[in-house]
């Protein structure tokens, strides 16, 4: 197996990776990258952001996922050399120097096992103290040399770190609702449960399932969707999702339901699709494919799992128009808390649904009816204050709100229904 054979067998698993590398003066650095791969080239294209100080020379790229619960993590180590690429920055991969997929438990208990055949053991204590000038160097160099003092800034509490949250908190903090509604013809103090379930019912129309069909539901959340399509239509249901607590309680109510003979949710990544070819008649995304940092890869496993003539129906965002300038830094602070990986316009969309093998066959820009949903999720999450600030962080938690507010400017970025079909 030659090295990008075994890298491609476990990306799949992953989104964004780490990039590690040397600044000038020889510390180490890393960031979260996007990583292109350009096989004709050997290489994979980064991104590092404006000011960071980096140079050529050995690199590592790190992909990393676990579940909520952290009982099962999937692991992909890299190593390899930072090189200039037009301009840019690109990754050329060397080594893969581990990969680890499974239980937490059995790789602890396999780490002992390592560590005892060697007289080796956990050390009781680490010296933090010794990152210490490393970490400052770090903030100096990322605020072009102000001095932000010795304490711990940008560490845990109110600091720079992504916010992971309580999908569990957050969840009921909305309502159990974490996609957006249909408010057309609604009034503005509806419940949003109710916005939510028109928006679902709106795809399941458009689906138009029916018995005796199979439909793959792509990003399958807890499973209120998907169960909600299989109730409507008759046919079998089949979600996806990575987070394997969400999978958990998504087989949990369907059997709630009495519905676990024809709905069933398990492990998968949209772009390595744990399914034969021509699986599905009908293929749903809800509001998921612009969390997918390679859209096009995405569209060519739905187009592979698709059976000939099968149906794709979407929700999606997109670039309804230019964003202004002014508007950029919104934009910016919208991908980073919505994770929004994958962002284009309409004619871009359509041009990777064709790429993939998926003809279009209607769009309908929904924007309007969608945008109430933003100063809804504002307000509940203002509402349960004192629920999320033990677990997001008082900083995060305002920075998530008021972004939420902010969003209401961005107007160029619409919200879609898409269709599509596989040739027969």
């Not at 197996?1 to 067998?9: R, V």
């Not at 990969?99 to 937490?104: E, S």
């Not at 000939?308 to 508007?327: C, I, M, N, Q, T």
Request: proline share 7%.
């Amino acid at each position: 197996m030659n090295l990008w054979d075994e890298i491609d067998g476990h990306l799949h698993l992953f989104a964004r990776p780490v990039l590690s590398f040397r600044d000038p003066d020889g510390f180490p650095f890393s960031v979260r990258t996007y990583a292109r791969q350009d096989r004709a080239r050997d290489l994979f294209h980064v991104q590092i952001p404006e000011g960071v100080p980096a140079v050529a020379g050995p690199a590592w790229l790190l992909w990393h996922t676990h579940d909520d619960n952290f009982d099962v993590q999937h692991t992909l180590a890299v190593t390899g050399d930072l090189v200039g690429e037009d301009g840019g920055w690109a990754f050329r991969p060397a080594r893969v120097i581990s990969r680890m997929h499974g239980d937490v438990a059995q790789v602890e208990r396999a780490a002992a096992r390592y560590l005892a055949d060697r007289g080796l053991s956990v050390p009781d204590t680490f010296p933090w103290p010794a990152l210490e000038p490393i970490a400052r160097k770090v903030r100096r160099d990322l605020t072009g040399g102000e001095r932000t003092g010795d304490g711990d800034e940008g560490v845990g509490e109110g600091g720079d770190e992504d916010w992971a949250g309580s999908y569990t908190e957050v969840s009921r903090a909305l309502e159990s609702t974490l996609h957006h509604g249909y408010w057309k013809d609604l009034p503005p103090n509806a419940p949003i449960t109710e916005a939510a379930d028109r928006m679902t019912d709106l795809l399941i129309g458009r689906i138009d399932a029916r018995p005796g069909e199979r439909v793959l539901d792509l990003g399958c959340g807890i499973g209120a969707p998907g169960i909600r399509l299989a109730k409507a239509s008759g046919a079998t249901v089949v979600g996806v999702s990575i987070t394997e607590s969400e999978i958990e309680l998504a087989n949990a109510a369907a059997a709630a339901e009495d519905l676990a003979d024809r709905v069933s949710f398990r492990y998968g990544n949209v772009m390595a699709l744990p399914f034969p070819d021509d699986s599905f008649d009908a293929v749903c995304s809800m509001e998921f494919l612009y969390q997918i940092p390679d859209r096009p890869l995405a569209l060519r496993e739905i187009s592979r799992v698709l059976k000939p003539g099968g149906r794709f129906e979407g929700s999606d965002f997109y670039l309804r128009a230019p964003v202004p300038h002014e508007k950029e830094p919104i934009l910016a602070d919208l991908r980073r808390i919505a994770m929004v990986e994958t962002l284009t316009d309409l004619d871009a969309y359509l041009a990777e649904l064709r790429a993939a093998g998926i003809e279009p066959a209607g769009t309908e820009d929904i924007s309007p009816h969608v945008w109430p949903t933003r100063a809804r999720y504002a307000r509940l999450l203002r509402a349960s204050r004192d629920a999320l600030a033990p677990v997001m962080g008082e900083k995060e938690l305002d920075e998530v709100i008021a972004v939420t507010e902010q969003a209401d400017d961005l107007q160029e970025m619409g919200f879609l229904l898409i269709s599509g079909r596989k040739p027969r």
